[in-house]
């Protein structure tokens, strides 16, 4: 894929960061960060960050990427996070997902388009006279 190198580390960076945070006060500590394909998708590239955190409640899914909302305690965030993640993906032309459950742990899924693979053809390396 093409991108922003700077900003698309920023957002998972962030994801990492919140997962980390997420799973600061339980027992059983697992993050995972799977990259795969998924060639039946527009957003081919696929990265998935998950962890064994604090979850978030099905009816904080929608709110987690508004600016300024965050399901953390006082004082642990800014709750811009995921807002700005959101605005870096797209802005990538891709999506970003989240699925969690309380005391269970969350998933975020980042989907990006694959880039154009063309190979170069004859034409492309032809001199001009």
């Known amino acids: ?3 922003d190198k700077v900003r698309l580390e920023q957002v ?6 919140n997962a980390r945070q997420a799973m600061e006060e339980k027992t059983e500590r697992r993050l995972w960060v799977r990259t795969y394909l998924d060639e039946d998708r527009p957003c081919p590239v696929t990265v998935e960050v998950e962890d064994t955190g604090v979850g978030f409640a099905a ?4 709110k987690l990427f508004r600016p300024f909302y965050s ?3 006082a004082r642990h965030g800014t709750g811009l996070g995921l807002s700005i993640s959101l605005s870096i993906v797209r802005d990538h032309h891709g999506e970003i997902e989240a699925v969690g459950t309380p005391g269970k742990g969350a998933k975020f899924i980042v989907r990006l388009p694959a880039a154009a693979q063309a190979a170069p053809t004859e034409n492309d390396h032809a001199s001009s006279a």
């Open 1 to 3: 894929m093409l991108g």
């Open 12 to 17: 998972f960076l962030n994801l990492l960061a």
């Open 71 to 73: 399901t953390k305690q």
């Open 59 to 62: 009816e904080d899914r929608e």
